[in-house]
Antibody, heavy 117, light 110 residues
Framework: QVQFVQSGAEVKKPGASVKLSCKAS????????VLWVRQAPGQRFEWMGW????????RYSQNFQGRVTITRDTSANTVYMELRGLTSEDTAVYYC??????????WGQGTLVTVSS | QSLLTQPPSASGTPGQRVTISCSGS????????VYWYQHLPGTAPKLLFY???ERPSGVPDRFSGSKSGTSASLDISGLQSEDEGDYYC???????????FGGGTKLTVL
């Protein structure tokens, strides 16, 4: 069964950066892309970006361009998402998900990021 | 702003049929496939349908999805208590070159 295990909850101060990890298993990592989305309290899911796990190409949402970087480590079957310049509005649960024949066909369990002074 | 609109809530009794709608525009649903996700309490979201109405293996045939024009719908027949949770539609939006999601519909089984 395809699985994604995400890193643990984070508490950050405004202006800081956060780097989350998403470890994939039970499929050939380099064959598919990985997407990142987030869900702030009471809000809809918001797409952040995508990475081709094979060649490392990325695509980012206009809403996060310049503030987010998605990378991958093929030796560790892991994708990373770094978000900079955090504000309270970045408080959300962040999810990674696979992009195969269908986008978001398998999801991680989510990571809560809380931004508070 | 590119938005997909869903009713905030839906409900039914066990065995009933429930329909959840997702309304968009020509730049999203009107020109791209719709995907549906189920998010049950305490679990990771799960893909219910891809490419408008294709059901992944393991999804019961009580669930069906369709699209017409700039709207899509998710039908759940034979409602069961374990269906209780949040349901989201999603699609690509050409105007923002990104994935967009509906606001989610909270399904309650009475």
């Amino acid at each position: 069964q395809v699985q994604f295990v995400q890193s643990g909850a984070e508490v950050k101060k405004p202006g800081a950066s956060v780097k989350l990890s998403c470890k994939a298993s039970e499929y050939t990592f380099s064959r598919f892309g990985v997407l990142w989305v987030r869900q702030a309290p009471g809000q809809r899911f918001e797409w952040m970006g995508w990475i081709n796990a094979g060649n490392g190409n990325t695509r980012y949402s206009q809403n996060f361009q310049g503030r987010v970087t998605i990378t991958r480590d093929t030796s560790a079957n892991t994708v990373y998402m770094e978000l900079r310049g955090l504000t309270s509005e970045d408080t959300a649960v962040y999810y990674c998900a696979r992009d195969s024949d269908s986008p978001f066909d398998y999801w991680g369990q989510g990571t809560l990021v809380t931004v508070s002074s | 702003q590119s938005l997909l609109t869903q009713p905030p809530s839906a409900s039914g009794t066990p065995g009933q049929r429930v329909t959840i709608s997702c309304s968009g525009s020509s730049s999203n649903i009107g020109s791209n496939s719709v995907y549906w996700y189920q998010h049950l309490p305490g679990t990771a979201p799960k893909l219910l349908f891809y490419r408008n109405g294709e059901r992944p293996s393991g999804v019961p045939d009580r669930f069906s999805g369709s699209k017409s024009g700039t709207s899509a719908s998710l039908d759940i027949s034979g409602l069961q208590s374990e269906d209780e949770g949040d349901y989201y539609c999603a699609t690509w939006d050409d105007s923002v070159s990104g994935w967009v999601f509906g606001g989610g519909t909270k399904l309650t089984v009475l």
